[in-house]
């Protein structure tokens, strides 16, 4: 039997129409899946970014709480639905340039350069020449540079003690390093410069300053001091630099940081205190003796006694230039150079927070710094 031509032509109508529904059906899941899945994946990077925020909140609570040199490792914190979270506090140096030698600020964190890569936990990405001004901080009129000399595990204090046990690790040097800045036009890409490109502080005369031959007008620029707690805690002890000065002439004693010595030590690797076993004032040996006739800076630092002990240093006087091209120096420039059986904490606390939330991470990384006061210490961000 033949079929009629009009049946034939609603069948082909249909089939047309069904294909046509499908095609739109098809091109509606194309735009429709991809934003699916674009929008979950958006819920999954938002949710791990929340979950990294809420860690590093959390790190940064316990570093308020427990102060300078605490630190943690890696601490879980409970999520939802597979979701992940954790924080650690890292304070101490991370980096070795010898053995047993750190620096302080960690190695690529300091802000005295540009185009510092910032800090890197794992991946020993850093730069590794002491003079690059990536491994230097700047220190300003009004800041004040705190170093604790102790850790926090969490658990316990750990004091530099020369008797090494129990709550103790041994500190064998350590050395403070000031300079000023490059001046203007001298700067490299990351803003270091040659010692003789560097500013030369007003130190009271024309014909140049010797620290050892003190004249008016070299000013103590810098004020320092190294405290903490004695006898078995009960009361607080400090020593303070010593302004010594005999006949005219600074004794090799004296503890002062100024302008003079600032300029004398830009061809002297920069070091202003060092803290040593030993005795002497040339060649980084400066400022280890308290005062006349007494122990050493070592002596104190290294007291079995002495109790989560903290160096302390700002700026006390304008910054005034030898030539007149500039009105100010704006800053000055500080590293520490330390050995040491053990590191110690660093001028910052870093919190590493991580958030997971299927397949998607997020790692967030902040330091808070730190500030001293007379009455105590002060945590900052």
Known sequence: MREHPKGQTVLFITTAIGMLILLVAAGVLNIILPSYREANSDI?????????????EKGKYEVYKNGPGYENDWVEIEAENGATAKYRVVGRSQTEFGVDQYAIPEPSTGNAGGGCEGYAFDDGDWEDDLDNPC?????????TG???????????????????????????????????????????????????????????????????DYTEGDDTIINWEIKGLC?????????????????????????????????????????????????????????????????????????????QPVLQFSIINRLTPKDQFVEIVPYLEYQIVYK??????????????????????IRLLEGIGQEGSVSGFVIQN
């Open 44 to 56: 999954n990077s938002t949710k791990a970014e929340y979950l990294a925020l809420g860690a590093l």
């Open 135 to 143: 491994n230097w901080n700047k220190l300003e009129f009004g800041d």
């Open 146 to 212: 705190v170093i604790p000399l102790y850790m926090d595990t969490g658990e316990e204090i750990v004091n530099p003690s020369d008797v090494v046990g129990p709550g103790t690790f041994r500190l064998d040097e350590m050395y403070l390093k000031i300079r000023t800045p490059c001046k203007e036009g001298t700067e490299d890409e990351y803003g270091g410069c040659d010692a003789s490109d560097r500013y030369e502080l007003d130190c009271g005369t024309a014909r140049g300053c010797n620290f050892r």
């Open 231 to 307: 006898n078995g805690g009960s009361e607080s002890c400090a020593i303070l630099a010593v302004d010594w000065v005999v006949d005219g002439s600074r004794h090799e004693d004296n503890t002062e940081i100024s302008e003079a010595l600032i300029n004398n030590e830009r061809f002297n690797d920069f070091y202003v205190l060092s803290v040593k076993p030993t005795v002497g004032f040339d060649n980084g040996d400066k400022g280890k003796v308290i005062k006349e006739g007494e122990e050493l800076i070592y002596d104190f630092v290294t007291d079995a006694d002495l109790i």
């Open 340 to 361: 040491s059986s053990e590191p110690m904490p660093n001028n910052m606390r870093y919190i590493e927070a991580i958030g997971e939330s299927n397949g998607y991470t």
